[in-house]
């Protein structure tokens, strides 16, 4: 028996032209430009497991190797994928300054999106051995900006915009066969694919400085309209895919305090809030999909608060830093909490976690061209979780994550 290990090849390029307006104080100023890349991604990817022959043999009866459909008589999986991926856009730009100090700003993006797919699955989980899955997803999408912008004064700028973004579609793995009566009770047929996802985004915001600028901040609020999201959707036979579910609304806020309190110490602070929801249900077969209200999982609040000391040693520049951050948790509802979700799992009750963590740094500049630096990430050593789940719908088998344990390190910088 011959054992390979996984191999990926992938190879990117891209290229930018870009025209802009030779005088930046000019009433009229503008930008324009072309864009290409091309990506490509071949993989062989096998996977074994150390007990699964063992385990196999006991549940089965029988020795691995004489399992149908086995790879190459080791390999209970193997993937081949072959992907093409190409980008070609033009775009541009004009800052019109409609009096003094009111700057309004229209641009916009249009390109053509290709990708061709060509993969190959084998494994005892696919009926035959075998599943494949090839095409080409096309699309064109457009996505304008409009800004309007006045400079109230030399130390305070009032703005608001209007943008449109998308995310291209891509090509899932295939799903196995055992999964076969999760996709029907979703009315998925196949899932081979999945479109791009689109967003409308209002915001508005203020950048100011006091205080002989001292003291600056920066405040915004957002509202976004999100359609056809790209969700990952885990089935109960354990697997998953990729594919264009609801609509949902994301609004917040945020607001960022920077005060030099001496020449050599800066305070700063930051706090956001993101509150995100779908709008809408979708109901496939008897159970929804997802349910208007269910939240997309973002954390409500962040607050991060940082102190930075610059100093001189033997007449090199240094400095300490200290930074505490922290995320709040998510309650939910998650469609795992809701007893008519398809997902529903009694076994799980608890959202997303909060999580806290404090960090230092100090530094001091060697040489002009380097710096050496000593840190400490997670100086309180706080494991709290991020996750902690079952590894499919109601199963006897978790798995949980926590932030990253107490690192110490030192790390050197060199500029050239």
């Known amino acids: 028996m011959t054992y390979q290990n996984p191999v990926a090849e992938q190879r990117l390029a891209t290229h930018e032209l870009r025209f802009n307006s030779a005088d930046p104080t000019a009433r009229l100023r503008w930008t324009a430009g072309l864009y290409h890349s091309r990506s490509s991604l071949k993989s062989d990817v096998p996977i074994t497991s150390a007990h699964y022959p063992l385990a196999y043999q006991i549940q089965i009866g029988r020795p691995l190797a004489a399992a149908p459909f086995m790879v190459d008589g080791v390999h209970r999986y193997y993937g081949n994928e072959n992907t093409i991926e190409k980008m070609t856009a033009v775009f541009g730009n004009v800052d019109f300054e409609i009096i003094p100090d009111l700057t309004l700003s229209v641009g916009g993006r249009y390109s053509k999106d290709t990708l061709k797919f060509d993969i190959i699955e084998r494994g005892v989980s696919y009926a035959g051995g075998i599943a494949t899955a090839s095409g080409q997803l096309s699309e064109k999408p457009f996505t304008p900006r409009v800004a309007l912008s006045w400079q109230q004064s030399d130390d305070t700028l009032i703005y608001g915009s209007f943008a449109k973004?998308?995310?291209?579609?891509?090509?899932?793995?295939?799903?196995?066969?055992?999964?076969?009566?999760?996709?029907?009770?979703?009315?998925?047929?196949?899932?081979?694919?999945?479109?791009?996802?689109?967003?409308?985004?209002?915001?508005?915001?203020?950048?100011?400085?006091?205080?002989?600028?001292?003291?600056?901040?920066?405040?915004?609020?957002?509202?976004?309209?999100?359609?056809?999201?790209?969700?990952?959707?885990?089935?109960?036979?354990?697997?998953?895919?990729?594919?264009?579910?609801?609509?949902?609304?994301?609004?917040?806020?945020?607001?960022?305090?920077?005060?030099?309190?001496?020449?050599?110490?800066?305070?700063?602070?930051?706090?956001?809030?993101?509150?995100?929801?779908?709008?809408?249900?979708?109901?496939?077969?008897?159970?929804?999909?997802?349910?208007?209200?269910?939240?997309?999982?973002?954390?409500?609040?962040?607050?991060?608060?940082?102190?930075?000391?610059?100093?001189?040693?033997?007449?090199?520049?240094?400095?300490?830093?200290?930074?505490?951050?922290?995320?709040?948790?998510?309650?939910?509802?998650?469609?795992?909490?809701?007893?008519?979700?398809?997902?529903?799992?009694?076994?799980?009750?608890?959202?997303?976690?909060?999580?806290?963590?404090?960090?230092?740094?100090?530094g001091v500049e060697v040489t002009p061209e380097v710096t050496l630096e000593l840190y400490v990430e997670n100086a309180l050593n706080n494991v709290s979780w991020t996750t902690n789940a079952p590894i499919y719908q109601a199963g006897p088998l978790w798995t949980g994550n926590t932030i990253k344990p107490r690192v110490i390190g030192i790390q050197a910088t060199a500029r050239y």
């Not at 607001?255 to 930051?270: F, M, W």
């Not at 951050?325 to 909060?354: I, M």
């Open 165 to 362: 973004g998308y995310r291209t579609g891509g090509v899932n793995k295939a799903v196995p066969d055992v999964c076969a009566a999760d996709l029907a009770v979703l009315g998925i047929d196949g899932g081979d694919t999945y479109d791009s996802d689109k967003t409308k985004t209002y915001e508005i915001g203020v950048k100011s400085a006091f205080l002989d600028r001292r003291v600056s901040f920066q405040a915004s609020l957002f509202h976004t309209k999100w359609t056809d999201i790209q969700q990952q959707i885990r089935l109960p036979c354990a697997f998953s895919l990729v594919a264009n579910t609801a609509s949902a609304i994301s609004k917040g806020g945020d607001l960022n305090v920077t005060v030099r309190a001496t020449d050599a110490l800066t305070l700063s602070a930051a706090v956001g809030y993101t509150d995100a929801y779908y709008d809408s249900t979708i109901i496939v077969g008897t159970s929804p999909l997802v349910f208007k209200g269910q939240t997309l999982g973002a954390t409500p609040w962040t607050l991060n608060l940082a102190a930075e000391y610059a100093f001189e040693v033997a007449g090199r520049d240094a400095f300490v830093r200290g930074q505490w951050s922290s995320k709040s948790a998510n309650d939910g509802p998650f469609p795992y909490q809701n007893p008519v979700a398809s997902v529903y799992d009694r076994t799980r009750t608890e959202g997303l976690y909060a999580t806290s963590q404090l960090d230092f740094r100090a």
